[in-house]
């Protein structure tokens, strides 16, 4: 498994991006990873590994390029402490909420073309993974462009169920992605009547999905240099995450 940082289009310049390859040779399908809101890191960078291990080409944009680099992005404290953390969260949060549906699909259009121009992946649909909010990117990528992805995976995402006219649960329609959501039982951004309406869309959307809450699992709870981290509910998502890819996905 190798790993590059490499510079790619967005929508209205560049960003930084993650690369993930497997060892094998050849080509292999591909997969688009979308960031919590912390952003890249090394956290974010071992999760892409593993996931390019299984066999895919996996591309993770800095999806926060517009307020500069990934690093001036990062938080420069650990976010275990609880101080640094609501520190991070207070100034990120109101930025990172300017990533509106309408302003970030042309965003997503250019990482997906990105990643299925990148040397070594395979012809074909690709996957899509995504964490926290950007979980809601994953189904925006997909809606938008149902014939090039087949696998959307989506953990501990927040906002699904809103009043708002961009609720993701009102705009699912033409999604031809198999769906694989697993909630966080104690996951105050998505309460369990927002779940039951969640899959409630997805069914009357015809989305073929699998919806279940891990029961006992914070938000966040793939992410092990947040005190949310949970191990049990992360390796059960990598499971089935990997699954899913194995069944949707050529090569």
């Known amino acids: 498994m190798t790993g590059e940082t490499i510079t790619i289009s967005a929508a209205d310049g560049e960003t930084e991006a993650y ?9 292999s399908p591909g997969v688009l ?5 912390i952003g890249l890191r090394p956290r974010i960078e071992a999760m892409a590994d593993r996931i390019a291990s ?15 680099s990934a690093a001036e992005w990062a938080p420069t404290e ?9 520190a991070f969260f207070r100034s990120a949060m109101p930025r990172a909420r300017t990533l509106t549906p309408d302003a970030v699909r042309p965003d997503l259009v250019a990482y997906l073309d990105a990643l299925q121009s990148l040397p070594g992946v395979a012809p074909g649909r690709v996957g899509v993974t995504g964490y926290c909010m950007r979980g809601r990117l994953a189904l925006n990528i997909a809606a938008a462009r149902p014939d090039d992805v087949a696998a959307v995976g989506m953990f501990h995402t927040g906002g699904l169920v809103t009043d708002d006219h961009d609720s993701p649960h009102l705009h699912l329609v033409g999604i031809d992605a198999f769906v694989l959501a697993i909630h966080a039982d104690k996951d105050s951004s998505l309460p369990a009547m927002a779940v039951a309406q969640f899959e409630h869309a997805l069914t009357g959307g015809g989305v073929a999905h699998s919806a279940t809450v891990y ?37």
């Open 19 to 27: 690369v993930a390859r497997p060892d094998s040779s050849g080509t």
């Open 33 to 37: 990873f979308f960031t919590d809101v």
């Open 54 to 68: 299984w066999g895919y080409v996996v591309l993770v944009p800095h999806l926060f390029h517009r307020y500069g």
């Open 78 to 86: 650990d976010l275990l402490l609880p101080e640094a953390r609501t």
């Open 215 to 251: 029961p006992g699992a914070p938000h966040g709870y793939t992410m092990s240099d947040l005190a949310a981290y949970h191990h049990e509910a992360c390796e059960h998502h990598f499971d089935e995450l990997k699954a899913l890819f194995r069944r949707t996905l050529s090569g």
